[in-house]
């Protein structure tokens, strides 16, 4: 993610663990493509936490921000319960 004036980070799917993912197949396929949601939603909860929202200086902006923080967290936990029942 690039916003001007707010440090980067990075959310994509590494070109490594999608080549990795198209290789799956059933129950493998699931448990990777949820462990990948799991990790890519943890991430950007962490870069929301600890830099966009802090360096946001347009407060509608932030707002933004920490609206999507709420949904990035709802889809977290839904994440985890998938994963966990995938154990």
């Known amino acids: ?4 004036g707010v440090q980067t980070c990075a959310l ?12 799956k ?4 396929f699931d448990k990777s493509y949820i462990d ?12 929301l ?3 966009l929202i ?5 407060q509608d902006f932030k707002k933004y921000l920490e609206e999507t923080k ?5 889809h977290l ?3 985890k319960k998938i994963q966990s029942s995938l154990q």
Request: aromatic residues 2%; negative net charge.
């Open 54 to 58: 802090p360096q946001a200086k347009n």
């Open 70 to 74: 709420t949904h990035v967290e709802a």
């Open 77 to 79: 936990e839904e994440a």
């Open 25 to 28: 197949k059933g129950a493998d």
């Open 1 to 4: 993610i690039s916003v001007t």
């Open 49 to 51: 936490n600890s830099k």
């Open 36 to 47: 990948t949601q799991v990790t890519m939603h943890s991430q950007l909860l962490d870069d």
């Open 12 to 23: 994509p799917i590494s070109s490594n663990a999608y080549k990795d993912l198209k290789k």
